[in-house]
């Protein structure tokens, strides 16, 4: 079967190629953003002297809900969190990260960004930091950016 009638105009099989093309542009809009986050004790306000490092990725979907991990080497981690806060400035905890194995922090089920963590996150201003006893404000640090 042609795809184009003997009119000139597409037929079925045009008219579904069309929508398939259609489609994909669009869900090309709506894509989530996976951020490539390096942690490091460098990235610290104020840094820290540590040979402990971390690494993941935590993605932003459209919707702004967030889902993702980091796993870290070298720490001892207490807690972890993403915050909101610019590149060498601390903020507030925004997200608390769950201990999902011996060196794994995942992000938990149903978090979600507000529309002002969500402009801040596209600014590059949310990091994810984990902390230790020895480090209480936090030993390693990455910035989120997009």
């Known amino acids: 079967m042609n795809a184009l009638k003997s009119n000139g105009r597409?037929?079925?099989?045009g008219i579904i190629a069309a929508a398939v093309v259609?489609?994909?542009a669009y869900s090309g809009l709506a894509l989530a953003d996976q951020i490539r986050v390096t942690l490091s004790g460098e990235q610290e306000v104020p840094a820290v002297t540590t040979s402990a490092s971390g690494g993941g990725t935590i993605t932003i979907n459209p919707d702004m809900s967030v889902s993702?991990?980091?796993t870290t080497k070298g720490v001892a981690g207490t807690m972890a969190h993403i915050h909101n806060g610019a590149a060498g400035k601390n903020g507030p905890v925004i997200i608390p990260l769950t201990k999902s194995g011996a060196d794994t922090w995942s992000v938990p089920a149903g978090a979600k960004l507000t529309d002002a963590q969500n402009?801040?996150?596209k600014a590059g201003d949310l990091y994810v930091n984990v902390h230790s006893a020895e480090h209480k404000g936090g030993?390693?640090?990455g910035q989120l950016k997009p």
Request: proline share 12%; aromatic share 12%; hydrophobic share 55%.
């Open 22 to 24: 259609a489609l994909a």
């Open 119 to 121: 402009a801040a996150f």
């Open 68 to 70: 993702g991990s980091v």
């Open 10 to 13: 597409p037929g079925f099989p």
């Open 139 to 141: 030993e390693i640090r």
